[in-house]
């Protein structure tokens, strides 16, 4: 059964290389086969590093708010300027993206800080 397996994993290895799939270790394999969930992080490794807000999935549960508000005030507190993947996928919510600071004398910008996990714009 051993020889079975080996041989099996072999292919399946070989098949996957054809695609451009890269392993160092057979048993990886394998070891992905038994997965129901990848967690990766946001470098673009796994991904096109191009993230998406799916607007259908927004729910709010807090009286006087709506979906607007829920887009809208995390893109005020983005950067717009730095073209990061989130900032842009936040702001590329809402219809003219310069409304994100309409109205709005920016005094100071906390970056995200993963103590509080928190952006802030005052």
């Known amino acids: 059964m051993p020889t079975v397996l080996s ?7 070989h098949r996957l290389s054809q695609q451009g799939v890269i392993t160092k270790r057979m048993t990886a394999i394998e070891e ?4 129901d969930v990848l967690c990766s992080d946001k470098t673009g ?6 993230l998406t807000v799916d607007k259908t999935l927004i729910e709010v549960f807090a009286k006087g708010f709506n979906n607007e508000h829920v887009l809208l005030y995390p893109a005020r507190a983005s950067r717009t300027e730095n073209r990061d993947a989130i900032d ?3 702001v590329g919510t809402l219809a003219e993206p310069k409304e994100a600071r309409a109205g709005i004398r ?8 993963p ?4 952006t802030t714009l005052t």
Request: glycine share 6%; charged share 15%; no cysteine.
């Open 7 to 13: 041989a099996t994993m072999a292919i399946g290895l």
């Open 115 to 118: 103590v509080d996990k928190r």
């Open 88 to 90: 842009v996928a936040i």
């Open 32 to 35: 992905m086969a038994g997965m």
């Open 106 to 113: 920016k005094v100071h910008f906390f970056p995200f800080n």
């Open 45 to 50: 490794t796994l991904t096109l590093n191009k």
